[in-house]
Every structure is written in structure tokens, then in C-alpha cells.
């Protein structure tokens, strides 16, 4: 007698499902990453640490740029824009083409603090991958590399980044 061996591979979703089950999962992530990191030294907030992030992810980009980007209104960014000012962490240059404009540019500072947090940012993605393979992990990310390009050909959002660059000033700057 022949045995079928089954499929290990669970059905497709329901294309509304997939999208809850996406919106659903990135909100769990985002609640985790907030109490994996309310206990840091330099006591930011996980919006301000989002606003810190998005500083080095686009840097040189303009506060208007950013918040689209971050998909908020420029008012609720400038508040934590103002806080990592303060603290040493972005700084507002001039444009020379422009002097009204003022990109935003995170400081030896910024990279510090990040690298300062990687092991609550590495504890979380364990936690979130627990049990899930590596090859799993890699189809993962490639699939949502694919959905992210289907949505936009911003080079400024699909283009590979790291907050954790070796040294700070070899990131590309993006245009504001």
C-alpha cells in the first residue's frame, strides 16, 4: 500500500484574512517592542525611538518627508523630533539649496543608542521567531521584500538598510 505523505504546508488564507492576519501580527510586534524596551537608559519612548529610527533610516530627509513616510502628521513627529534634538541624538542641518528647508540627520550619538538597544531588539526577534526555522524566516522576508515592492518604487523605502551601519557616515544620505 502507498501512504500520500501530507503536506505540511497549511492552506492558503483567504486574501482578507491574510491582510488581518499581516495588520493583526504587525500591532503584536509593535506592543512587544514597546515593553522590550521601556527599561532603557536613555528613556525614550517607543515613539520616539520609531521617530529616532526613521531619522537614520532616511536621513537628510525633511521632517515633512519622514512623517509621511512614518505615515503621521508632521505636528505629532516634530514633538519627538524636538526630544532627540534635545538629547543630542538628530540634528537639523541646512539645506544650501534651500534655507528654509532643515534635513534631519541622526548623530554619533543616535548610532550609540541604537547599538546600545540592539540586545532588546535581538531578544524580541527571537521571542517573535521562536520555533520558526531559518530557511522559514528566509521566505518570510523574502515574501514581504516582494509585497513591499508591489506597493511602492520609492528606492527610499525598498532600498536595504540597517540602523546599525559599522560606521555612521558610510550611509548613503537621501534627498529631502
Known amino acids: 500500500m502507498i501512504v ?15 491582510c488581518f492576519l499581516l495588520i493583526d501580527t504587525a500591532r503584536l ?5 514597546d ?15 520609531r521617530a ?10 525633511g521632517l515633512n518627508r519622514i512623517a509621511d513616510r ?10 519627538h523630533i524636538n526630544r532627540l534634538a534635545t538629547l543630542g541624538l538628530v540634528e537639523r542641518r541646512e539645506d544650501p539649496k534651500d534655507k528654509r528647508k532643515k534635513p534631519l540627520y541622526p548623530t554619533a550619538k543616535a548610532f550609540e543608542v541604537m547599538r546600545d538597544l540592539d540586545p532588546h531588539f535581538d531578544n524580541l526577534y527571537r521571542a517573535m521567531t521562536q520555533d520558526i526555522q531559518a530557511d522559514e524566516m528566509a521566505r518570510l ?36
Do not use: H, W
Not at 500520500?4 to 491574510?18: F, N, V
Not at 512614518?70 to 514633538?79: A, F, G, K, Q, T
Not at 508591489?150 to 551601519?165: E, H, R, S, Y
Open 141 to 176: 522576508a523574502a515574501v514581504l521584500t516582494k509585497m513591499r515592492a508591489n506597493m511602492t518604487t520609492d528606492p527610499g523605502i525598498t532600498a536595504p538598510f540597517t540602523l546599525l551601519p559599522a560606521e555612521p557616515n558610510a550611509c548613503s544620505s537621501a534627498q529631502s
Open 35 to 49: 515593553g522590550s524596551i521601556v527599561d532603557n537608559r536613555q528613556g525614550l519612548t517607543p515613539g520616539t525611538l
Open 70 to 79: 512614518m505615515d503621521l502628521e508632521p505636528m505629532s513627529l516634530i514633538v
Open 52 to 61: 529616532l529610527g526613521a531619522v537614520i533610516r532616511y536621513r537628510g530627509m
Open 4 to 18: 500520500k505523505q501530507q503536506d505540511e504546508t497549511p492552506p492558503a488564507l483567504p486574501e482578507s484574512e491574510m
Open 29 to 33: 510586534f509593535y506592543q512587544a517592542l
